[in-house]
């Protein structure tokens, strides 16, 4: 059974920075894409970044210069390093892992990003 699990969320102040971690599991088959997605209170869940396995990288206009994802492909790992964050950055944090060969696509639980204050 694939498995994500998220970890570095938290509160931070505006300005600030946090790294997320998140490692997939229990696949027979390699992860194709990987990304982060989030959602905040009333809204739906919108992309903030994605990247291939050869490290091709995709980011939503309102994070562009302030976070980089990144990804170990050894350890089925994806990162997102966030820095000078803003309160509109407040959300929960949703890693995502896509396996094209068999189309399925999984997400974790998620992980609070709190920038307040």
């Known amino acids: 059974q694939v498995q994500l699990v998220e970890s570095g969320g938290g509160l931070v102040q505006p300005g600030g920075s946090l790294r997320l971690s998140c490692a997939a599991s229990?696949?027979?088959?390699?992860?194709?894409?990987m990304g982060w997605y989030r959602q905040a209170p009333g809204n739906q869940r919108e992309l903030v970044a994605t990247i291939t396995r050869g490290g091709n990288t995709n980011y939503a206009d309102s994070v562009k210069g302030r976070f980089t994802i990144s990804r170990d492909n050894a350890k089925n790992t994806v990162y997102l390093q966030m820095n000078s964050l803003k309160p509109e950055d407040t959300a929960v944090y949703y890693c995502?892992?896509?396996?094209?060969?068999?189309?399925?696509?999984?997400w974790g639980h998620g992980t609070q990003v709190t920038v307040s204050s």
């Open positions: 995502n892992a896509n396996v094209e060969f068999i189309r399925a696509s999984y």
């Open positions: 229990g696949s027979i088959f390699s992860f194709n894409d």
